[in-house]
């Protein structure tokens, strides 16, 4: 033992609560060897308000949980994250958390994951992920998007071995868009599902806030969060609100959550490996362009709304275990061109209530007919169709950068021609 | 303060979403607040909301309960006349409008405002004397600017609507509103191909704004009607006279036969200025670019 380990023991023995000094004395020991000197120096620091333990902050907790690495004391570091995430810090813990994390697999212990807890001030709980247990099989339809998602996002995860040989691995970001009422969040949970990873959907309403710079904050809690339990599915529901296109903004105080999304999505100071972030939006022209480029959302994937197929299987499902007679849901899906899941809802909803008044009338119980669903799709006008009036602007002039191809050509489609043919039921 | 806590600062949370362009949060922030704190801005934030949310009625009625509170505030005052004059109410929206400006005489931006306003009910002299009050504060104005190349415009000058909408976009290319009235200065003037040129790569940025414009110059330069350009240049009239009157006069001083065979190809040529545009206008906007 070096005079100079000695001495500070030495001091050690008069300041026992010292938790820098402490950590010195272990950095020490581990660089001439003494291993065994050091783990017994680590299970000294924070002794949950034993005397003569010093409880270490933020920086000191994350100190000694590397130094507990080091001395190949797993389950000490992971104590030592979880103590330095209930004092705040969040800079580093998800690439030492991940370190931890496949040493124990080595060993065959338990994944364990560090998730933070209450605290007073500062940013809120960030969000914690669940496990979807919906798959594309409960995607109706859309079968050219599962394809591609399946290819280009669930493949990356579940065989990881090919996609490194070709120099790709899994994560990245993701964004969905298409009109409103597709099935974009679905599909995202669903995209979850498929990888068989976390799923953490961050809402708009979580992330914005009246306070200067909290809104940043909420983000990057946001992010930390996802990267302590990667492999997982980051989704950020309604992105053209959280990066809402610095040109188009009428103030400046929500530049910075732009920024500090760009910082997120580059990993400045962080590592973003086995982080999958998929966006939604229903307006990609008002996300700022930035986030568009390679490296950030840089495959784009359209939701068109549901074809002839899809709706008809969306039907059958909104009207499974009503009580019906001669039902032809395959005509009526053909009627029905450009309508939207919610659109669909909204008209087996009005036919369902005609259906209820005719039994509130006769007082007989009528079962839901054709007749019925004809009527109430008089009234439905596709909500979809604004959307694809305002995308054919962009289609026609903004589509340098080919953003829109995949609009362009679903602009070009059946369902599209049937609906400018389209002319709604009279009503009965 | 937690995120979501939409109780704690309801103002700020909607300013923020209006920020944004996003009105219904914001009037859903709002409903978690009162107005005794700050009446006036809230009543202002609840006008701004409704109006970005295209209802100038609901919108016309937040501001008139603010000012019911504070009758003198300028930014309610204005929120109120442009709610007004987008419900087509020009005598209101100019009254409200005063009441801003007696307030600040001097402010360029309101008296361009002012003098957008008469000019659009057709005060062109009163304008022009706004105008001129507007430059006299601040030569380098870039609304006076604007509201000179209306005027211009509305005047029919169109090479000096033209010039000045050329001095707006040297200050600032993405100038949309400057973008919008260059272009229709030039298409009026039938200066199709450098109406083009401007439009379209503009409209790349503001498709929803200037996309009926961009797609309209399109038309304009169209090859199949290049040989319309007569017609587009100096209107039916002047070419119908100018036609028959060269019919005549190779009637008189040339042969009968060379007199029909120009009588028939104008016959033909106004045949197809009938057919042809309309159906290259369905085609383009059909075919979508």
């Not at chain 1, 071995?161 to 298409?178: I, K, Q, T």
């Not at chain 1, 309604?238 to 188009?248: G, T």
């Not at chain 2, 976009?169 to 200065?185: I, K, Q, R, Y």
């Not at chain 2, 070419?239 to 190779?250: D, H, P, Q, S």
Request: charged content about 25%.
């Amino acid at each position: 033992m070096s005079d100079r380990v000695r001495a500070l023991l030495d001091a050690l023995a008069l300041s026992p609560a010292s938790v820098p000094l402490r950590l010195m004395v272990i950095e020490l020991l581990l660089a001439e060897g003494r291993g065994d000197e050091a783990a017994a120096q680590l299970d000294e620091i924070g002794g949950g308000g034993e005397p003569n333990r010093g409880e270490p902050n933020a920086a000191e907790a994350l100190q000694g949980a590397k130094l507990a690495m080091q001395a190949g004391r797993l389950e000490r570091a992971l104590e030592l994250l979880e103590a330095a995430k209930r004092q705040g810090a969040v800079e580093g813990v998800a690439e030492l958390e991940r370190s931890a994390n496949a040493a124990l697999a080595e060993r065959g212990v338990r994944r364990l994951r560090v998730v933070r807890t209450g605290e007073g001030s500062g940013p809120p709980p960030a969000p914690v992920g669940e496990r979807p247990t919906v798959t594309f099989a409960d995607v109706g339809g859309l079968e050219d998007v599962k394809k591609t998602i399946h290819r280009r996002i669930v493949m990356p995860f579940r065989r990881p071995e090919l996609y490194a040989a070709y120099g790709r691995r899994a994560g990245g970001g993701v964004l969905l868009f298409g009109p409103p009422g597709c099935g974009k969040t679905l599909l995202a949970r669903a995209t979850a599902g498929e990888c068989g990873v976390p799923f953490l959907n961050v809402r708009m309403e979580e992330i914005l806030d009246p306070y200067f710079g909290q809104s940043e904050r909420n983000l990057h809690a946001a992010f930390e969060s996802a990267r302590a339990q990667a492999p997982c599915v980051l989704f950020l529901d309604e992105l053209d609100a959280i990066a809402f296109s610095r040109r188009k903004h009428r103030g400046a105080a929500g530049r910075p959550l732009v920024d500090q999304l760009l910082q997120e999505l580059d990993a400045i100071g962080a590592d973003n490996r086995d982080l999958l972030v998929l966006g939604a939006t229903n307006a990609l022209w008002d996300v700022d362009d930035a986030l568009l480029r390679p490296g950030r959302f840089d495959r784009l994937v359209f939701v068109p709304p549901p074809d002839v197929a899809a709706r008809r299987e969306i039907l059958g499902i909104l009207l499974r275990g009503k009580p019906q007679a001669g039902l032809d849901l395959a005509a009526l899906a053909a009627e029905t061109p450009l309508m939207s899941g919610a659109d669909l809802r909204s008209l087996a909803e009005r036919a369902i209530d005609r259906v209820i008044e005719e039994a509130l009338e006769g007082g007989a119980e009528p079962p839901l007919s054709q007749a019925h669903l004809r009527s109430a799709l008089a009234e439905t006008r596709p909500s979809t169709l604004e959307w694809l009036q305002r995308a054919r602007s962009y289609v026609e002039f903004a589509n340098q950068a080919g953003l829109y191809e995949e609009v362009a050509a679903f602009l070009k489609s059946k369902d599209v021609k049937a609906a400018k043919r389209w002319n709604p039921p009279p009503r009965a | 303060m937690s995120a979501g806590d939409l109780s704690a600062a309801p103002l700020e949370l909607a300013e923020r979403y209006l920020e944004i362009e996003r009105p219904e949060e914001a009037l859903a922030a709002l409903a978690r607040a009162t107005p005794d704190e700050d009446p006036e801005r809230y009543h202002l934030l609840r006008a701004e909301a409704h109006l970005l949310a295209e209802r100038p009625e609901a919108a016309r009625d937040a501001a008139a309960l603010g000012l019911a509170v504070e009758p003198e505030s300028i930014p309610l005052l204005l929120v109120r006349s442009c709610c007004h004059e987008r419900l087509g109410e020009l005598a209101a929206a100019e009254e409200s409008l005063l009441g801003a400006l007696r307030q600040l005489p001097d402010e360029p931006a309101l008296l361009c405002r002012y003098g957008r306003l008469v000019a659009r009910g057709g005060q062109l002299d009163k304008a022009r004397r706004l105008l001129a009050e507007a430059r006299r504060v601040d030569p380098d104005s870039r609304e006076a600017a604007r509201l000179a190349m209306l005027l211009d415009y509305l005047a029919g000058d169109d090479r000096a609507a033209a010039e000045g909408g050329r001095r707006l976009l040297a200050d600032d290319p993405e100038d949309s509103h400057g973008v919008a009235m260059l272009g229709l200065t030039l298409l009026e003037r039938g200066d199709h191909g450098a109406a083009r040129e401007v439009v379209v790569p503009a409209a790349a940025l503001d498709p929803e704004r200037l996309g009926g414009l961009a797609r309209e110059a399109r038309i304009r330069t169209h090859p199949l009607l290049w040989p319309l350009w007569p017609l587009q240049r100096f209107g039916s009239v002047p070419v119908w006279f100018g036609a028959v009157g060269l019919i005549l006069v190779t009637g008189r001083l040339a042969s009968p036969r060379v007199s029909s065979i120009l009588a028939l190809t104008y016959l033909a040529w106004c045949v197809y200025s009938w057919v042809v545009p309309p159906l290259l206008r369905r085609w383009v906007v059909r075919r979508g670019r």
